[in-house]
């Protein structure tokens, strides 16, 4: 008689242990995105009694207080000193520029329209990772760019009455957010987590601050002084969520379920807003969450995450 061979107790453990964390990290990378959307949901709502300038502010001061809390440089001054300054500096305007134009696109733009636009980003990663990080972009990429670029033309629908100006402003902030995300992957091996955390809101926080003066309207009520002070709660807890999701499972893995945030948007947009997205915003955003998905695979293939 054939004996089976009897598996090992360590070995089969590690691996439900490791099953178990992954999907423990996807409940809160869904989570963060819920998060996400009340935190644009709030941008958009505020956009119609304040200044562009005082919420972003607002924003930064709320991801401030969370970033000093994590990296506590008054008893580690360590974590403020950079190997790569001028690199920390690009990175924090590119994500400060990044802001400015979210804020300022969604006061015009649906919260569906602007996730489909903001769901690029990968996208343009994966287009200049080739010359800014030496990656082979391939054919299969390089296809998947070019029908999630058509994808954006089918949501916002140039050349039609339809098509808005703010548009133009979150494909901008698109780029920027590209960049940053090109800086952060150059920073990740040269500085910690904390450095970083605590560089990243400079350029908001030193340039955004001197302007408030001039142009700082005060709340009206106090629900205007609730949602404002809840950009930064749930700035501070959706980007709280996405760090122990990437502790518990790579970012190949978890990249796919960011695209849970449309459905929120969708329903978040139609209840507060009343916004019924159009056909064609529905389906140019399938076919950008398509191409983003399918980036994300192949990017998590070709490093070899989750066999088995």
Partial sequence: MRLLPIPATGRVDAAAEDR??????????CATMVCFTAHDTSTK??????PIAEIVWARYMGATIVALIAARPWSRPSA???KRPGLQALRSLLLLATTGCVVAALRSLQLAESATISFLTPIFVALA?????????????????????LGVLIATRPGTSAFQPAVLIAVAGVVFNAGYVIATRKLAGVDGSSTTLVWTQAAGILLVTPLLPWVWVTPSSPRVWAVLAGLGVFGAAGHALLIVAHKYAPAPV???FSYTQLIWMIVSGLLVFGDVPPV???????????CGAFLAVRERAGRGVGAG
């Fill in 45 to 50: 709502w505020l956009g119609r009694q304040l």
């Fill in 254 to 256: 978890l990249t796919p």
């Fill in 20 to 29: 178990r964390m992954r999907v423990v990290a996807i409940a809160l990378m």
């Fill in 129 to 149: 990772a080739g010359p800014l990080l030496g990656e082979r972009v391939g054919r299969e990429r390089l296809i998947a760019i070019i029908v999630g670029f």
């Fill in 80 to 82: 403020l000193v950079s």
């Fill in 280 to 290: 064609a915003t529905l389906i140019g955003a399938a076919v950008v969450v398509a």
